[in-house]
């Protein structure tokens, strides 16, 4: 018996000869629906598919199980219902008739989307894209699999909503990661509780990417538009969601987070924009922070947050002496044909201003009790809780150039701060393991104790094409992808490189320097040709 055979299809831990399994319950004798991959399928000789996870109009995402690295990952296959169906028989994916064209359209969109995503896997806050290929006439991205719990759940089990000063240090390496993505025109438009993942090291993750088009009503029967995120714009046919949808997005997340409740979905607010929000929630969260969640969650796409970098500024301390009189009509007073919403008020911006002192005096530190998920209670995130009383101020010391492990160690002995590494990125000036940037900026007061966000050197961002010759394919994809390099196959006959074994590049010698993210043309032998 294969030790396959005894892997759980959900947990894909080895659940022994138990049918339910004994770490997560799952009867794995439960039917995966007719028009799926079957549990168990094995594809490319190396990734085992388990249940669905969910699907949408554009794909079915599985739970799956890397034999070789030997962890569990999530199998995205492009399979929109629509247009396509499946031989029950096998495993091949038939396209309706008349919708070839379609298939291929967008299919192609489906490629170009998750290679361009798997050329931002350095980004921590995101969930990673390791692989991408194509069979059963149809195509599949394999991606990470975060181990943790969704936000959604955690707010739930916590049974109320989480302080600010909490919130800014897990989300700060979102809206970080966000801004990145955007500027490489790689937007989610489903950033939502349900896809931000808290991770057992305490870390907020970007979770179930998808193509555009599946998050924009009308092109897929089955469109995925999470209620109270989805911005406004995605409820309409003929309009392109962009950045502005993320931010949108964002601030809601950020809103249900610190609020408890989500603002009224997209397409309704256009008939009343209004945001509620509890009095005493209200006096937990800073004016700027209030103001920069309705600019971001504003319904008109142009009076919106423009950018992530924008919004980044504005949920900082220092843009609350920037308020301005635009904002006057983003929160409005208002609690009339609210009954259930007894002791809610809607505060406006210029309302606010008047009354900063006071909420200032009214601002207590809270002592929720953050742990409150089983999921994550071997979590780092117990760091993130605050004291109560009153806490002693530090100047944020300059950490740029400092090797991060140093100032880590340094943080610690000192007790002032605690790192949280938000991103690996290529530097040329900065050396390989040193600190790039900072969040707070060096000489802000921050809380001793409080978490400082730092991104950290990987070196320059050219790298040398390792030695393959010889090696298998999965030994060279495994050299390349450690360089931040896509390796792309092909094959063909050789007379001295056994079959399943790498010839060399195409296009390009042993210790070319190429740019990270690049694809590489690697040559497979298939053995001596015998015609």
């Given amino acids: 018996m294969s030790c396959l055979d005894n892997l759980c299809m959900n947990c894909m831990?080895?659940?022994?000869?138990?049918?339910?399994?004994?770490?997560?319950?799952?009867?794995?004798?439960?039917?995966?629906?007719?028009?799926?991959?079957?549990?168990?399928?094995?594809?490319?000789?190396k990734y085992v598919v388990g249940k669905v996870a969910y699907r949408n109009g554009e794909s079915i995402c599985y739970i799956g199980y890397n034999i070789r690295q030997k962890e569990k990952i999530y199998i995205k296959e492009y399979f929109p219902l629509d247009i396509c169906t499946r031989d029950i028989n096998n495993l091949r994916v038939i396209i309706k008739k008349d919708h070839e064209n379609d298939f291929s359209f967008y299919m192609d969109e489906f490629l170009v989307y998750f290679r361009n995503l798997a050329k931002m896997r350095d980004l921590y806050a995101i969930e990673s894209v390791y692989d991408i290929f194509g069979c059963n006439c149809t195509s599949y991205a394999i991606c990470e699999a975060i181990d943790g719990i969704k936000l959604s759940r955690l707010i739930e089990k916590n049974e109320k909503p989480i302080d600010w000063e909490i919130a800014k240090t897990i989300f700060m390496p979102v809206l970080t990661a966000l801004d990145k993505?955007?500027?490489?025109?790689?937007?989610?438009?489903?950033?939502?509780?349900?896809?931000?993942?808290?991770?057992?090291?305490?870390?907020?993750?970007?979770?179930?990417?998808?193509?555009?088009?599946?998050?924009?009503?009308?092109?897929?029967?089955?469109?995925?538009?999470?209620?109270?995120?989805?911005?406004?714009?995605?409820?309409?046919?003929?309009?392109?969601?962009?950045?502005?949808?993320?931010?949108?997005?964002?601030?809601?997340?950020?809103?249900?987070?610190?609020?408890?409740?989500?603002?009224?979905?997209?397409?309704?607010?256009?008939?009343?924009?209004?945001?509620?929000?509890?009095?005493?929630?209200?006096?937990?969260?800073?004016?700027?922070?209030?103001?920069?969640?309705?600019?971001?969650?504003?319904?008109?796409?142009?009076?919106?947050?423009?950018?992530?970098?924008?919004?980044?500024?504005?949920?900082?301390?220092?843009?609350?002496?920037?308020?301005?009189?635009?904002?006057?009509?983003?929160?409005?007073?208002?609690?009339?044909?609210?009954?259930?919403?007894?002791n809610f008020l809607g505060i406006s911006v210029a309302f606010i201003v008047s009354f900063i002192a006071l909420i200032v005096l009214w601002n207590a530190y809270s002592n929720y009790s953050y742990l409150g998920a089983d999921e994550v209670k071997e979590s780092s995130i117990s760091n993130l809780r605050s004291d109560d009383g009153m806490e002693?101020?530090?100047?944020?010391?300059?950490?740029?150039?400092?090797?991060?492990?140093?100032?880590?160690?340094?943080?610690?002995?000192?007790?002032?701060?605690?790192?949280?590494?938000?991103?690996?990125?290529?530097?040329?000036?900065?050396?390989?393991?040193?600190?790039?940037?900072?969040?707070?900026?060096?000489?802000?007061?921050?809380?001793?104790?409080?978490?400082?966000?730092?991104?950290?050197?990987?070196?320059p961002k050219m790298q040398k094409l390792p030695q393959i010759e010889g090696l298998t394919l999965p030994e060279a994809s495994f050299a390349l992808s450690k360089a931040g390099l896509l390796p792309v196959k092909v094959e063909e006959y050789s007379d001295t490189i056994l079959e399943g074994r790498v010839i060399g590049y195409s296009g390009h010698s042993v210790g070319d320097l190429l740019e990270h993210g690049e694809e590489v043309t690697i040559i497979v032998s298939k053995g001596k040709n015998k015609d």
């Fill in 13 to 45: 831990k080895n659940k022994g000869d138990n049918k339910v399994c004994p770490f997560c319950g799952y009867d794995n004798l439960d039917k995966q629906p007719i028009d799926c991959l079957k549990k168990g399928t094995v594809l490319q000789e």
């Fill in 181 to 342: 993505l955007s500027k490489a025109n790689i937007y989610h438009l489903g950033i939502s509780p349900e896809t931000l993942v808290i991770g057992k090291d305490g870390r907020m993750y970007i979770t179930n990417f998808a193509v555009n088009s599946v998050r924009q009503y009308g092109i897929f029967s089955n469109c995925e538009l999470f209620k109270g995120c989805a911005a406004p714009e995605q409820y309409v046919k003929d309009d392109k969601p962009s950045e502005k949808a993320d931010i949108y997005g964002f601030s809601a997340s950020l809103f249900f987070t610190l609020v408890g409740v989500f603002p009224k979905p997209g397409n309704e607010r256009k008939e009343d924009d209004r945001l509620l929000i509890p009095i005493k929630t209200l006096k937990t969260i800073p004016p700027y922070v209030v103001s920069a969640i309705a600019r971001g969650l504003n319904i008109n796409e142009k009076a919106r947050t423009q950018t992530f970098e924008k919004l980044r500024e504005e949920l900082t301390e220092t843009s609350a002496l920037h308020i301005c009189e635009q904002d006057e009509d983003l929160i409005r007073s208002s609690n009339k044909d609210n009954r259930k919403l007894t």
């Fill in 392 to 459: 002693e101020k530090i100047n944020v010391p300059d950490l740029t150039n400092i090797n991060f492990n140093d100032a880590k160690s340094l943080g610690e002995t000192t007790g002032n701060y605690k790192l949280l590494l938000s991103e690996r990125i290529f530097n040329d000036d900065v050396k390989e393991g040193c600190i790039i940037s900072q969040t707070p900026k060096s000489g802000e007061n921050i809380s001793k104790g409080s978490n400082i966000i730092v991104s950290i050197s990987k070196g």
